[in-house]
């Protein structure tokens, strides 16, 4: 087993304006090894993306410490967890949220100035691999639902950072976009020895993983097949 | 230009509509601003030139403190080792045969030449032109008169012209050049001394002087010695309370204007918040996403501003009209010019519109600050908690009116406290503006819906879920909307109390002449004294002084009269005041009694021709003759203070029940036409009167109208991003088979009830801003009182207002939902 990039220490998330007393996470303990591909299933409200946004440094956890590559994430603070979001981190969302004013280009260019290498070569180089060459000067609203996600995998994967984060990437997409866009995710994923982690509920995603977990009300399991995993 | 300001800025290119919406409306804001400033400086500018134009050469004036100077007292002033020039001037007004007015200088050109250029240049052109004969006709001819060329030019006259006056026929022998705008004839002194019936006298006399100490230590005793600084202050106090409410109007147009301004940067905070959770989630800083916020107001900010500077510019061409009209009505001609285009104009509405989009935007870049990606990516937007927030918001709001209410107790210390007060409560009346909607949002549906349909009913609903896009732009409405019944309410407030003051102080049958026009000859008042049927003639006479440095004015009447006749409005006491004024006492009025704090009982020194006199207060008054303050004290006093006998005006009173009562009305109407003396009825006074107070207001209904094209360009922006931020709604209505027709009501719905909350809204804020108004800032500025009167017209002028606003500002939208929901559909980005 290789080193591990994200660690969670008894992570526990409560959220004060939600019913039930409002506890999205209890006492998560996980430990992900580099360029692994992790599908992560949950019915809604299990508190899979509320795990994703702590492991990205968006949200803070209740209790509990989060490392990635080493880094305490309550340590670093907001300046710290933001240059990691720039340098380690790619997202790719259910929504796509891509800037709806920016082309193709400039969204995945984006990226890399964020970043610190605002170069174009790269990005379209990113746009090529997912198959956009020659739509770069579109806009989000020009794309079809696919395409805006490849876009995003692009602008998630265009900087190289260890860590991709996808929230439900094919939830918006019919079955065969889904399944090319996943398929372009992982596989670009592996080519660069990034650890994907996923949040799905396609059962197919569970294909494409090292390693299979499941939420359930706030707490996580390890599951060795997608067996019994209903979406 | 780096990505995040880039993603920012597209929104302006992308939404053009939108953006435009938002330019103009801050224009309008900077142009009210800029404009009312600009007509402002051009007023004072053109005082100064006025002033400057006729002072010439001269560094002081003597003359008595009231009435005309004994032409014997010449030699004196003459033979002063410290006066190096002098030159004796009359100083009257001329009443055309049409009833126009124009300012008569008698002067000497032997003698006026050293003081002052123009008449100098006068002298020297008749004889550079070898026109001997016309000089000395100016000379030797009693009716020879040099005019200005705008004179000439609206007579249509030219050297050798002969036109007439009330007082006779004039001929003109020389035009000259006029820089101040005022109309001006000029007559030897001699000749003017026979025309205006004051042979012996002067009115006063310029003088170049050397040493201003030693003149006054020797002139100290009943004279009135002012320098030319002196001089220009006084005009310049003159205009203060009025320089203050121009201020104080622009102050609000640019209010207004932030308003929008910070109604418009929340919308786009609304827009952006969610591309602001991306950007974070993504890597961007909270510093960058500001940043291009930041940028992307302030250009909002210098594009509006620029094009406000321009705008403002061109409206002080027309407000600088209405102001030289109101203060040549009410205190001295003047004609201001508009000043000439500065780069200032537009360097100064670029800082407007920046400084305001800073201000405006403020709250909302805090708010983009605060902004949680995860909340953002989640789906969750602000109005979800909006209606906690809108309490929270509503308990800010009782803070500034509880600072509101602070300051209005310090506004004693100073007139701009009053403002602070005025502005705190109109800002913490609008932090409310949320959580009126969420109350009258329940009975709205109903009404909304038994008139329009579900269209109706969802429109209600639109505006309660998008509570922090409506709240602002109900607010920024509101504000408007509030200024113009305030605003209204005090105008008519004002009105009915110089109704008021008008019946029971200006009770005569018949006025001739007034103090703005020809004197009256003693003589007529001696005549008509002895005409049977007259119950009383009121003499009026009324000349400014400085009281303790400041302008003021003193009046003398007949006591006896008035008592007689009059219905004064004392605030203390009742007809017996008349009585210490008979027995040579002093009346003053509130603004007086105010200005100076001398109250009933206290005494006042006064210069008088022979040196200052004490005199006793027996009561005071409410007057709104003027807001500088009058001491009115009986004929007989003042002649014997003063010996000054001219007399302004007359007020012809008839006993009741006479019934020859027109019959001796039209006699001194035909004895008053001989003499060339105008008159008025009672009825046609009061209503020159009130002209002239509709006519004082023209700037501020102005500022009423900009206000509110400024609030019509808010409501139209908030309608238009309701619209372009509920593209996917709208798709959804299609699907569920809401036609074009149901959505465009819904959209003329969303507007009528953003008027209608914001109007209800007005009705009690620009109620209790009319009280400000009334009970603080006129209080303090003016210092009289005007008494509230509620009147309906200001609430149905501005209940018409907002439906006309409301309509024509959905016309857009409108237009954009005709044009766009046909072809809608349902997709996420």
């Known amino acids: 087993m290789g080193p591990s990039i994200i660690r969670t220490y008894d992570l526990w998330k409560q959220y004060e304006d939600e019913g039930r007393g409002g506890m999205a996470l209890r006492g998560i303990d996980l430990e992900i090894t580099k360029g692994q591909i992790i599908a992560l299933f949950g019915k809604s409200g299990s508190g899979k993306t509320t795990l994703l946004n702590l492991i990205a440094g968006l949200d803070g956890p209740t209790k509990g410490r989060i490392e990635i590559d080493g880094e305490d994430l309550a340590v670093l603070g907001e300046r710290g967890r933001t240059l990691l979001r720039r340098k380690k981190l790619g997202f790719v969302f259910q929504f796509f949220n891509l800037l709806p004013t920016l082309t193709a280009l400039e969204n995945v260019l984006l990226s890399l100035e964020l970043a610190g290498a605002a170069d174009r070569r790269p990005a379209l180089e990113a746009l090529a691999l997912v198959g956009l060459s020659g739509k770069e000067g579109r806009f989000p609203h020009e794309l079809s639902g696919g395409e805006q996600q490849r876009v995003a995998i692009a602008r998630a994967l265009v900087k190289s950072p260890p860590i991709i984060l996808a929230d439900e990437p094919t939830g918006n997409l019919d079955s065969v976009t889904g399944t090319q866009v996943l398929d372009l995710l992982v596989r670009r994923c592996r080519e660069a020895g990034a650890t994907l982690m996923m949040v799905s509920h396609a059962l197919n995603t569970c294909e494409y993983a090292d390693r299979i977990l499941r939420m359930s009300d706030g707490r996580i399991f390890e599951e060795s097949s997608c067996e019994g995993l209903a979406p | 230009m780096n990505g995040v300001i880039r993603s920012f800025l597209r929104y302006l290119v992308r939404r053009k509509s939108l953006s435009v919406l938002q330019l103009l409306g801050i224009a309008f804001g900077v142009a009210a601003a800029v404009g009312m400033t600009l007509a402002s400086r051009s007023a004072l500018q053109s005082l100064g030139s006025a002033v400057d134009f006729l002072r010439g050469g001269t560094t002081h004036t003597i003359a008595r403190p009231a009435g005309p100077m004994e032409e014997g007292l010449l030699a004196r002033v003459m033979g002063d080792p410290a006066v190096k020039y002098f030159a004796p001037v009359i100083d009257r007004k001329v009443r055309l045969e049409g009833g126009e007015q124009v300012r008569m200088l008698g002067v000497d050109p032997f003698l006026d030449k050293d003081v002052r250029t123009l008449t100098a240049r006068i002298a020297a052109s008749t004889r550079n032109n070898t026109q001997e004969e016309a000089f000395s006709s100016f000379l030797f001819d009693p009716g020879a008169v040099l005019i200005d060329e705008n004179v000439a030019r609206s007579l249509n006259l030219s050297p050798g012209s002969t036109f007439n006056t009330m007082q006779g026929p004039l001929r003109v022998v020389h035009i000259f050049p006029n820089p101040s705008g005022e109309p001006l004839i000029i007559i030897d002194i001699g000749h003017a001394q026979e025309f205006f019936r004051m042979r012996g006298y002067v009115d006063r006399a310029d003088l170049v002087v050397t040493d201003e100490d030693a003149f006054r230590g020797r002139w100290a005793t009943g004279f009135t010695i002012e320098s030319n600084t002196q001089k220009a202050q006084t005009l310049s106090a003159l205009l203060g309370a009025f320089r203050l409410n121009l201020q104080a109007l622009s102050l609000f147009a640019l209010f207004v204007g932030v308003f929008l301004i910070y109604n418009t940067a929340m919308f786009a905070v609304v827009s952006r918040r969610r591309d602001a959770g991306i950007l974070l989630a993504i890597g961007a800083s909270r510093g960058q996403v500001t940043a291009a916020f930041l940028v992307e107001v302030l250009l909002l900010g210098v594009a509006g501003g620029a094009l406000g500077g321009v705008l403002g510019y061109l409206l002080s061409g027309f407000l600088v009209k209405i102001v030289g009209n109101t203060i040549s009505t009410l205190y001295f001609f003047l004609k201001p010019s508009v000043l000439p285009w500065s780069f200032w104009n537009l360097a100064g509405g670029v800082f407007l519109g920046c400084a305001a989009s800073i201000v405006g935007a403020l709250p909302s870049l805090l708010e983009l600050r605060r902004v949680q990606p995860v909340e953002v990516l989640r789906g969750r937007i602000a109005s979800r908690g909006a209606s906690r927030r809108m309490k929270t918001i509503a308990l800010s709001g009782l803070v500034c009116l509880a600072a509101a209410l602070t300051l209005f107790g310090l506004s004693f210390l100073n007139v701009y406290i009053g403002f602070a007060g005025a502005f705190a409560f109109l800002l913490g009346a609008s932090l409310f503006a949320g959580f009126v909607i969420i109350l009258l949002v329940p009975v709205m549906k109903r009404l909304f819906s038994r008139a329009m349909g579900l269209a109706g009913k969802i429109a209600i609903g639109n505006i309660r879920e998008n509570l922090g896009r409506t709240s602002v732009a109900v607010a920024a409405f509101m504000i408007t909307l509030s200024m113009s019944i305030g605003l209204g309410s005090m105008i008519d407030s004002f009105r009915q109390s110089l109704l008021w003051w008008m019946n029971s102080q200006l009770r005569g049958e018949l006025y001739v002449s007034t103090k703005a026009d020809v004197n009256v000859p003693e003589e007529f008042y001696e005549e008509l004294k002895r005409m049977s049927g007259i119950g009383g003639i009121d003499v009026f006479r009324n ?60 005494r006042i020194t006064i210069e008088t021709a022979s040196g200052p006199a004490d005199l006793s207060v027996g009561a005071v008054f409410y007057d709104y003759a003027s807001e500088h303050g009058v001491i009115m004290m009986d004929r007989s006093t003042y002649l014997k203070l003063f010996g000054d006998r001219t007399i302004n005006s007359l007020g012809i009173f008839i006993d009741e029940g006479n019934p020859d009562r027109a019959k001796i009305i039209d006699q001194v109407k035909l004895r008053a036409r001989a003499l060339g003396l105008p008159f008025a009825t009672r009825e046609e006074f009061h209503k020159r009167i009130l002209d002239i107070f509709d006519n004082t207001f023209a700037v501020t209904r102005s500022m009423r109208v900009l206000a509110i094209i400024v609030a019509f360009f808010g409501i139209a922006g908030a309608l238009m991003t309701l619209f372009v931020e509920r593209q996917k709604e709208f798709g959804i209505y299609r699907a569920l088979g809401f036609s074009t027709g149901d959505v465009a009501r819904m959209t003329i719905a969303e507007s009528l009830g953003l008027g209608l909350v914001s109007f209800l809204m007005s009705t009690v804020v620009g109620t209790v801003f009319a009280v400000i108004l009334i009970k603080v800032i006129n209080l303090q500025s003016f210092n009289w009182t005007i008494f509230y009167h509620f009147t309906a017209r200001p609430y149905l002028v501005t209940a018409l207002t907002t439906l006309t606003a409301s309509l024509a500002a959905c016309a857009y939208p409108l237009w954009s939902v005709i044009r766009k929901y046909p072809v809608m559909q349902i997709r996420e980005e």
């Open chain 2, 543 to 602: 000349v400014p002084i400085t009281f303790r440095g400041k302008p003021a004015s003193i009046t003398s009447i007949d006591a006896s009269v008035l008592q007689r006749y009059d219905r004064f409005g004392w605030l203390e006491g009742g007809d017996e005041n008349w009585e210490p004024v008979k027995q040579g006492g002093a009346i003053v009025s509130e603004s007086f009694s105010r200005r100076f704090n001398v109250k009933r009982g206290d």
